[in-house]
């Protein structure tokens, strides 16, 4: 049977890939050490484990949760929260809307506003998830390319009036997924500014908001004046509370924009487990810790990864927030090349930069989290790996 050409026009996922080859070095016996996909390998605040388990012992908590934005209790936490930690006052019942994480949300953003010949403005390097959706909807994905030389900032000024003028959609992302940069209080006001010049929605995925090595914590685009009104926001209990499987999160913000993304929703899946949501409600309230602790954990592998590459002759530069290091490829060498031979050769696994679009190309990511008895100690290992190969980069 023939797939629908919407799926044949668009590359295979790369996590899906790298699984196959992990799965297959596995069952011959690989003793790998995997810098891959990025799922979270701490466990998730005791908080949040008991209220789930008496959430459903409670019950009855079995239903569909049918209310267009999510569960009261859930949504009052959410906005106690987002003032709490950001500054910036929302409206319950109308600027904030449960989801089943933010991957799903993202998706259906485009699907909601994206028409045949619309445009959305995609960063690259970046989340797969923003350009593949707005491909299924008919869309154009406009590269937006980001480097070092902008700390990875897209060059707004540099988008095509032609192309802004068909943009209906500007993906932003920081802290941001694979580079690790962050983003200033200036560029977002830029991107406010820009978005209404054009009659732009932004969405702002924040799903590492949490996860930052400064003194400063990330902001949220929704601090800036006008940004209530032009943009929403994406967010994910899955990296700040390692509760990547429990698929939870929100969007908040512009009112007819979440409006518009619930709508699409509606027609495509329900709303999160209420179990789920009263769970996400108590962790929202007794994590702040939590997330401090995580944030400690992985500055320590940060800097083990980062200082050992160095070591070796590698050239690395930090992150400033996620839990990835963005590693220029040995030199010689395709991003996919250099993944291909550190997997072959030293059973490490790492992503081709390559997968998150052209201008990826020329780097690797490393992922800090992965399951192991003592993480530390691995990363120290891999890096030793890495060093028999007689490698450098940049």
Same mark, same amino acid.
């Given at each position: 049977?023939?797939?629908? !050409?919407?799926?044949?026009?668009?590359? $295979?996922?790369?996590?899906?890939?790298?699984?196959?080859?992990?799965?297959? #070095? @596995? /069952?011959?016996?690989?003793?790998?050490?995997?810098?891959?996909?990025?799922?979270?390998?701490?466990?998730?605040p005791e908080c949040a484990k008991r209220a789930l388990a008496e959430a459903v012992e409670v019950g009855p908590l079995n239903n569909y949760d049918e209310s267009s934005y999510g569960l009261p209790a859930f949504?009052?936490?959410?906005?106690?929260?987002?003032?709490? !930690?950001?500054?910036?006052?929302?409206? $319950?019942?109308?600027?904030?809307?449960?989801?089943?994480?933010?991957?799903? #949300? @993202? /998706?259906?953003?485009?699907?909601?506003y994206i028409n045949p010949g619309d445009v959305s403005l995609v960063p690259t390097p970046g989340y797969g998830v923003y350009a593949s959706n707005t491909q299924f909807a008919g869309g154009e994905a406009y590269a937006m390319p980001l480097g070092p030389d902008t700390g990875y900032l897209p060059d707004l000024d540099a988008v095509p009036a032609e192309i802004a003028n068909r943009a209906k959609l500007l993906?932003?992302?920081?802290?941001?997924?694979?580079?690790?940069?962050?983003?200033?209080?200036?560029?977002?006001?830029?991107?406010?500014?820009?978005?209404?010049?054009?009659?732009?929605?932004?969405?702002?995925?924040?799903?590492?908001?949490?996860?930052?090595?400064?003194?400063?914590?990330?902001?949220?685009?929704?601090?800036?004046d006008g940004a209530k009104e032009r943009a929403i926001e994406f967010h994910s209990f899955s990296k700040t509370f390692c509760m990547t499987g429990w698929r939870l999160g929100w969007m908040c913000g512009f009112e007819d924009g979440v409006a518009g993304v619930s709508r699409m929703k509606s027609y495509v899946d329900s709303n999160a487990f209420p179990a789920m949501q009263q769970a996400g409600a108590v962790t929202l309230r007794c994590g702040g810790g939590y997330a401090s602790q995580v944030?400690?954990?992985?500055?320590?592998?940060?800097?083990?990864?980062?200082?050992?590459?160095?070591?070796?002759?590698?050239?690395?530069?930090?992150?400033q927030g996620t839990f990835f290091v963005w590693v220029p490829s040995p030199q010689?060498?395709?991003?996919?090349?250099?993944?291909?031979?550190?997997?072959?050769?030293?059973?490490?696994?790492?992503?081709?930069?390559?997968?998150?679009?052209?201008?990826?190309?020329?780097?690797?990511?490393?992922?800090?989290?992965?399951?192991?008895?003592?993480?530390?100690?691995?990363?120290?290992?891999?890096?030793?790996?890495?060093?028999?190969?007689?490698?450098?980069?940049?």
């Amino acid at each position: 049977m023939e797939r629908a !050409r919407r799926l044949q026009a668009i590359a $295979p996922y790369p996590f899906a890939e790298i699984a196959r080859l992990k799965e297959q #070095a @596995l /069952a011959e016996g690989w003793d790998l050490i995997d810098f891959g996909i990025g799922d979270p390998d701490m466990p998730p605040p005791e908080c949040a484990k008991r209220a789930l388990a008496e959430a459903v012992e409670v019950g009855p908590l079995n239903n569909y949760d049918e209310s267009s934005y999510g569960l009261p209790a859930f949504l009052d936490a959410v906005a106690a929260w987002f003032k709490d !930690r950001f500054g910036v006052e929302l409206e $319950p019942r109308g600027e904030i809307k449960v989801t089943i994480g933010s991957k799903e #949300a @993202l /998706a259906k953003a485009a699907w909601a506003y994206i028409n045949p010949g619309d445009v959305s403005l995609v960063p690259t390097p970046g989340y797969g998830v923003y350009a593949s959706n707005t491909q299924f909807a008919g869309g154009e994905a406009y590269a937006m390319p980001l480097g070092p030389d902008t700390g990875y900032l897209p060059d707004l000024d540099a988008v095509p009036a032609e192309i802004a003028n068909r943009a209906k959609l500007l993906f932003l992302n920081y802290p941001h997924n694979p580079t690790g940069a962050v983003a200033t209080e200036e560029f977002h006001q830029r991107a406010v500014e820009f978005a209404e010049r054009y009659n732009i929605l932004i969405c702002s995925d924040a799903a590492y908001s949490e996860v930052y090595y400064g003194d400063e914590p990330p902001m949220s685009i929704l601090a800036v004046d006008g940004a209530k009104e032009r943009a929403i926001e994406f967010h994910s209990f899955s990296k700040t509370f390692c509760m990547t499987g429990w698929r939870l999160g929100w969007m908040c913000g512009f009112e007819d924009g979440v409006a518009g993304v619930s709508r699409m929703k509606s027609y495509v899946d329900s709303n999160a487990f209420p179990a789920m949501q009263q769970a996400g409600a108590v962790t929202l309230r007794c994590g702040g810790g939590y997330a401090s602790q995580v944030r400690a954990a992985y500055k320590r592998r940060r800097d083990i990864l980062v200082e050992g590459l160095r070591s070796i002759g590698w050239t690395v530069e930090p992150p400033q927030g996620t839990f990835f290091v963005w590693v220029p490829s040995p030199q010689g060498m395709t991003s996919a090349e250099a993944a291909a031979k550190l997997l072959s050769e030293a059973h490490v696994i790492t992503i081709p930069g390559s997968s998150y679009g052209e201008y990826g190309e020329g780097y690797i990511r490393f992922s800090l989290t992965m399951r192991a008895d003592d993480v530390e100690a691995r990363i120290a290992e891999a890096v030793d790996r890495i060093s028999r190969l007689d490698l450098s980069s940049g």
